[in-house]
């Protein structure tokens, strides 16, 4: 019998739980009997709290609402929220996690943090970006990825950090990757 599985889908920032490539991304899951429930921070609208300290309680709270009923659960961020899923990992990694448009590196902006929990990863990663991506160079997550086996890069040819017309292939590598590593 096959483990039940389940996907905590974390937002972009500002984003909230019905943010179009989360409800796209839930649907998808669902047809492979992934469970995905969306979360909303309640610091949205607000800065992040210090050290992402509030996000981060809100992301183990509802991994641990999972976890209470299915056997494996991942962690799936869009952005913003795969950097909360990358910290909440990096100190309790789950069965997966994935990451959709990483701003690991925006312009003038590194984000030495950000690297060094990616490059830590212990649990199976997909980081899925645009080759386009100006907040998460190629550059930097090559590396980073050559450097970690657990970390698996889809680049998304064209696409830019909004996915725009490719989103819908992303979610497909998400899915298909999620299928094959939560067995």
Known sequence: ???????????????GATQPILRALAERLGRDGIDARAIAFSTRGRRPSRDYATE???????RDELRASHELVA?????????ICAFLARDEPPDALVIVGHPIAPP???????????????????????????????AVLERIA??????????????GHDLGAREREAIEHVARWLDAVMR
């Open 108 to 138: 003038r902006r590194p984000r030495p943090r950000d690297e060094a929990a990616l490059a830590a990863m212990a649990c199976p990663t997909l980081v899925v970006q645009g080759s386009r991506d100006e907040l998460g160079p190629l």
């Open 75 to 83: 962690l799936v961020g869009r952005s913003f929220g795969g950097r």
């Open 56 to 62: 981060i309680a809100e992301l183990r709270a509802a």
């Open 146 to 159: 050559g450097a970690n086996p657990r970390v698996d890069l889809v680049v998304v040819d064209g696409a």
């Open 1 to 15: 019998m096959s483990p039940t599985r389940a996907a905590v889908l974390v937002p972009g920032y500002g984003g």
